[in-house]
Nanobody, 125 residues
Framework: VQLQASGGGLVQAGGPLRLSCAAS????????VGWFRQALGKERECVATIHRNGGTDYTDSVKGRFAISRDNAKKTAYLQMNSLEPEDTAVYYC????????????????????WGQGTQVTVSS
């Protein structure tokens, strides 16, 4: 599976942005997807995950502002980011891993098999 993240850019605080993660290969529908971010000088953190069954999880700092979704027909996952804050400035990455239906996937999951390149999100105050 190859992943291509896109949609980053410069946005004013309070504005929205939608990131896309396009996948190649035939296993996307059997995969869970996570969105990660890494700000300058900080560790990478997982901000949202979506299980192959559609279940979602979010880190506390983005709950109520970010929404992860997927379109299996398009082999694409999305991260809709609303009410952006300067603290959301980071390079955002998507990752995926084939998942059995009974597996748990959350923002604390450590095992991710495939990674996309990053897309820069900059939120100006």
């Amino acid at each position: 599976v190859q992943l291509q993240a896109s949609g980053g850019g410069l946005v004013q605080a309070g504005g929205p942005l939608r990131l896309s993660c396009a996948a190649s290969g035939r296993t996307f529908s059997r995969s869970s997807v996570g969105w990660f971010r890494q700000a300058l000088g900080k560790e990478r953190e997982c901000v949202a995950t979506i299980h192959r069954n559609g279940g979602t999880d979010y880190t506390d700092s983005v709950k109520g502002r970010f929404a992860i979704s997927r379109d299996n027909a398009k082999k694409t996952a999305y991260l809709q980011m609303n009410s952006l804050e300067p603290e959301d400035t980071a390079v955002y990455y998507c990752a995926a891993i084939e998942t059995i239906l009974t597996a748990t996937v959350s923002v604390t999951s450590k095992r991710w098999a495939y990674w996309g390149q990053g897309t820069q999100v900059t939120v100006s105050s």
